[in-house]
């Protein structure tokens, strides 16, 4: 199980945390299945998805797997809020010296900055929690400095030390969680689901904002351990703010989170010191600092946060899973839809094949002057161009309803661009392949026993094998008024042979009009089929979520 008491004294005991291999071996296989995941059809709601599985990933990377496996690492408070708050001045404030810039320009922090007791910079160096950013290590004035992280081009997260903290504790200045600045608000959410504390800065003038209570009511559902900070609290008004303030807490069932109040002071205006007096914010500093040194109140902070962590990945992942089968059952949908215009296409040109649509025009003119006044190759030229025109409208009208089905689906992605031309040069190719090997097949008959019916005797026929394979493309294509040519055939051949020519001619036709079709309506489907989507995804994501909760099955404490 993941938490098991601990007795601390005579009969007090609290919940830590105790990571089982088979637990974080499940987590592991999650957070894979996780990575893995995509969703790349713009459906309603996709974004959230994509969102939503960034920050699981940046929570099991950032925060969660890090902490079951070392439980004893030194508790992660995150300093957030809306722009403007304060979250600056409080974190210099609460270190003695200025650590971080509370800058004029809105948005006011861009790059995050970590402070830490000198004995716990090992724990933050490295890719232990937050391993998306690279480290930069600050210029100190208590020791000798540590060699720099390298960046290598990364989000940087900046890494003070100070012994005005105590060991155990560090704390981090996120940026504004309503930055104008995406990436920004992004990273916000990353630095706040790794953490073990949320300290939520509002102020005076813009406690009853949404961002704050937003903030503070994912704190409540998620569990997490959190105090807030009413900022910049005029000395005039500090008792009735305070008060309404609290009540609204009450309200919203957040009664019973720390709360603390900063005053107004210049030290706190824009162009001040950054640094409040130590008074400004005692009660803070001692609430976080009994967290770091008292092991009973800094396990429950921890296995608070650890579990409301593990308890919230059921909601999460299985909309993430909602979501992938949606991508899953639009492409399938899709794919449907292609089928169809497809399947409607082959339809169409074996119809026309059937009906003798193929001798007409040009290609008739040819086969009524034929062998007099018509050559092999004019007969052939004839034909084979009609076959490759049929295919060629075939292809332009199931390409058109596809479209046309396609543009239903709002999240279907768009066509692949095309030279003009291109279809036709490619069933070309497809069918002057038909035609070698109607030819190769005339010859074939011309000279083989077997193909004429006589296995004991090769006897060559008179005439050309050109003949002979003009007279077996019109028998192929002809439809009902090719008898004649197929007549022709059996008497040059002999019945059983010129059967057996036509059987494998017309497995070459068949051959060619599921090639050349097959061929565009994967080029038609490319879009679609290259972004890979499966059932998989969603089923693997399932999947892994019951193992995690197989091997999460808290106790009470």
Same mark, same amino acid.
């Given at each position: 199980m993941l938490w098991k008491p601990l007795e601390v004294g005579h009969s007090a005991h609290v919940a830590i945390l105790d990571a089982r291999p088979e637990l974080l071996d499940a987590l592991t296989l999650l957070r894979e299945r996780l990575a893995a995941a995509r969703f790349p059809l713009e459906l309603p709601g996709v974004e959230?998805?994509?969102?939503?599985?960034?920050?699981?990933?940046?929570?099991?990377?950032? !925060?969660?797997?890090?902490?079951?496996?070392?439980? #004893?690492?030194?508790?992660? +408070?995150?300093?957030?809020?809306?722009?403007?708050? @304060?979250?600056?001045?409080?974190?210099?404030?609460?270190?003695?010296?200025?650590?971080?810039?509370?800058?004029?320009?809105?948005?006011?922090?861009?790059?995050?900055?970590?402070?830490? /007791?000198?004995?716990? /910079?090992?724990?933050?160096?490295?890719?232990?929690?937050?391993?998306?950013?690279?480290?930069?290590?600050?210029?100190?004035?208590?020791?000798?400095?540590?060699?720099?992280? &390298?960046? #290598?081009?990364?989000? +940087?997260?900046?890494?003070?030390?100070?012994?005005?903290?105590?060991?155990?504790?560090?704390?981090?200045?996120?940026?504004?969680?309503?930055?104008?600045?995406?990436?920004?608000?992004?990273?916000?959410?990353?630095?706040?689901?790794? %953490?073990?504390?949320?300290?939520?800065?509002?102020?005076?003038? $813009?406690?009853? #904002?949404?961002?704050?209570?937003?903030?503070?009511?994912? +704190? &409540?559902?998620?569990?997490?351990?959190?105090?807030?900070?009413?900022?910049?609290?005029?000395?005039? =008004?500090?008792?009735? =703010? *305070? $008060?309404? !303030?609290?009540?609204?807490?009450?309200?919203?069932?957040?009664?019973?989170?720390?709360?603390?109040?900063?005053?107004?002071?210049?030290?706190?205006?824009? @162009?001040?010191? @950054?640094?409040?007096?130590?008074?400004?914010?005692?009660?803070? $500093?001692?609430?976080?600092?009994?967290?770091?040194?008292?092991?009973?109140?800094?396990?429950?902070?921890?296995?608070?946060?650890?579990?409301?962590?593990?308890?919230?990945?059921?909601? $999460? =992942?299985?909309?993430?899973? *909602?979501?992938?089968?949606?991508?899953?059952?639009?492409?399938?949908?899709?794919?449907?839809?292609?089928?169809?215009?497809?399947?409607?296409? %082959?339809?169409?040109?074996? @119809?026309?094949?059937?009906?003798?649509?193929l001798l007409a025009g040009e290609a008739r003119a040819h086969w009524m002057a034929f062998p007099d006044d018509a050559s092999s190759d004019e007969l052939m030229d004839a034909l084979t161009t009609a076959l490759a025109g049929l295919l060629v409208e075939a292809v332009a009208a199931a390409d058109e309803r596809t479209d046309a089905a396609w543009r239903q689906e709002a999240a279907a992605p768009p066509a692949d661009p095309e030279e003009p031309g291109a279809v036709a040069d490619r069933v070309g190719v497809a069918v002057r392949r038909l035609r070698r090997c109607l030819e190769e097949l005339a010859e074939e008959a011309r000279t083989s026993p077997l193909m004429l019916g006589q296995p004991t005797e090769r006897r060559q026929l008179p005439g050309e094998d050109g003949e002979t394979a003009a007279l077996l493309a019109a028998s192929l294509l002809g439809g009902r008024a090719a008898g004649v040519a197929q007549q022709t055939l059996a008497g040059a051949l002999g019945p059983r042979g010129a059967a057996r020519l036509r059987d494998k001619g017309g497995q070459q036709l068949n051959a060619c009009v599921s090639r050349a079709l097959g061929a565009e309506k994967r080029r038609r489907g490319a879009p679609l089929h290259r972004l890979g989507i499966t059932a998989d995804t969603q089923v693997e994501l399932v999947s892994a979520l019951s193992s995690v909760r197989a091997e999460h099955r808290p106790t009470t404490v």
């Amino acid at each position: 199980m993941l938490w098991k008491p601990l007795e601390v004294g005579h009969s007090a005991h609290v919940a830590i945390l105790d990571a089982r291999p088979e637990l974080l071996d499940a987590l592991t296989l999650l957070r894979e299945r996780l990575a893995a995941a995509r969703f790349p059809l713009e459906l309603p709601g996709v974004e959230r998805a994509r969102r939503s599985c960034a920050e699981l990933l940046a929570q099991l990377d950032g !925060y969660l797997l890090p902490r079951l496996r070392q439980p #004893d690492a030194p508790l992660l +408070a995150v300093v957030g809020g809306s722009t403007g708050a @304060g979250k600056s001045t409080l974190v210099n404030s609460l270190v003695g010296r200025r650590v971080t810039e509370a800058g004029v320009l809105r948005p006011t922090t861009r790059t995050p900055v970590l402070v830490c /007791h000198p004995d716990d /910079h090992h724990w933050f160096s490295g890719k232990r929690v937050l391993p998306q950013l690279g480290r930069v290590w600050m210029p100190r004035q208590e020791a000798e400095q540590p060699p720099p992280v &390298r960046r #290598d081009g990364q989000l +940087a997260l900046a890494v003070e030390t100070t012994r005005a903290l105590p060991a155990g504790l560090a704390l981090l200045d996120a940026p504004d969680i309503d930055s104008l600045v995406e990436a920004n608000r992004d990273l916000a959410a990353d630095l706040l689901g790794a %953490a073990d504390i949320w300290v939520l800065v509002t102020t005076a003038s $813009r406690y009853a #904002d949404a961002v704050p209570w937003h903030l503070l009511r994912s +704190a &409540r559902d998620a569990d997490v351990t959190v105090a807030t900070v009413l900022d910049r609290v005029p000395h005039q =008004v500090a008792a009735e =703010v *305070s $008060r309404h !303030y609290g009540a609204l807490l009450e309200r919203a069932g957040l009664g019973s989170i720390p709360r603390f109040t900063v005053p107004e002071l210049p030290e706190s205006a824009r @162009g001040g010191s @950054g640094v409040l007096p130590a008074t400004a914010v005692a009660g803070l $500093r001692e609430w976080l600092a009994h967290r770091a040194r008292d092991h009973e109140a800094r396990a429950l902070a921890a296995a608070r946060t650890a579990r409301g962590a593990l308890a919230g990945l059921r909601g $999460r =992942v299985m909309a993430l899973a *909602s979501a992938a089968a949606s991508q899953h059952a639009t492409a399938v949908r899709l794919d449907q839809r292609l089928d169809e215009a497809f399947d409607e296409a %082959a339809q169409r040109v074996r @119809g026309c094949l059937a009906d003798g649509g193929l001798l007409a025009g040009e290609a008739r003119a040819h086969w009524m002057a034929f062998p007099d006044d018509a050559s092999s190759d004019e007969l052939m030229d004839a034909l084979t161009t009609a076959l490759a025109g049929l295919l060629v409208e075939a292809v332009a009208a199931a390409d058109e309803r596809t479209d046309a089905a396609w543009r239903q689906e709002a999240a279907a992605p768009p066509a692949d661009p095309e030279e003009p031309g291109a279809v036709a040069d490619r069933v070309g190719v497809a069918v002057r392949r038909l035609r070698r090997c109607l030819e190769e097949l005339a010859e074939e008959a011309r000279t083989s026993p077997l193909m004429l019916g006589q296995p004991t005797e090769r006897r060559q026929l008179p005439g050309e094998d050109g003949e002979t394979a003009a007279l077996l493309a019109a028998s192929l294509l002809g439809g009902r008024a090719a008898g004649v040519a197929q007549q022709t055939l059996a008497g040059a051949l002999g019945p059983r042979g010129a059967a057996r020519l036509r059987d494998k001619g017309g497995q070459q036709l068949n051959a060619c009009v599921s090639r050349a079709l097959g061929a565009e309506k994967r080029r038609r489907g490319a879009p679609l089929h290259r972004l890979g989507i499966t059932a998989d995804t969603q089923v693997e994501l399932v999947s892994a979520l019951s193992s995690v909760r197989a091997e999460h099955r808290p106790t009470t404490v």
